[in-house]
């Protein structure tokens, strides 16, 4: 099994910055990619970024390219999203994810976080 624990989200103004940290522990030896998801009320969840563990490639969805540096400090089994010129539309609940097989969808993802909470106002 794999645990993953999310931290760093909070309440910011538009314009703003976040870090979103996600430490994992466990087998963490299955892990090969690992990714942000979030959800925003009423809607489904949604792919943000993700990151292979070696870091050689990375993958961000159109709305967080230019914006979103995701990240991963294998010594500490963490990885990172920074968000920089966050918008209200960021709001949601941000989900770290990880995986043997890389991929967009969620179902590709073996083990999830709990969920950290992103509201950004206006």
């Known amino acids: 099994q794999v645990q993953l624990v999310e931290s760093g989200g909070g309440l910011v103004q538009a314009g703003g910055s976040l870090r979103l940290s996600c430490v994992a522990s466990?087998?963490?030896?299955?892990?090969?990619?690992v990714g942000w998801f979030r959800q925003a009320p009423g809607k489904e969840r949604e792919f943000v970024a993700a990151?292979?563990?070696?870091?050689?490639?990375?993958d961000y969805a159109d709305s967080a390219k230019g914006r979103f540096t995701i990240s991963r400090d294998n010594a500490k089994s963490t990885f990172y999203l920074q968000m920089n010129s966050l918008k209200p539309e960021d709001t949601a609940v941000y989900y770290c994810?990880?995986?043997?097989?890389?991929?967009?969808?969620?179902?590709?993802?073996?083990?999830w976080g709990q969920g950290t909470q992103v509201t950004v106002s206006s």
């Open positions: 994810a990880a995986g043997s097989n890389p991929g967009r969808a969620s179902i590709v993802y073996n083990y």
């Open positions: 466990g087998r963490i030896l299955r892990i090969y990619f």
């Open positions: 990151i292979s563990w070696s870091g050689a490639s990375s």
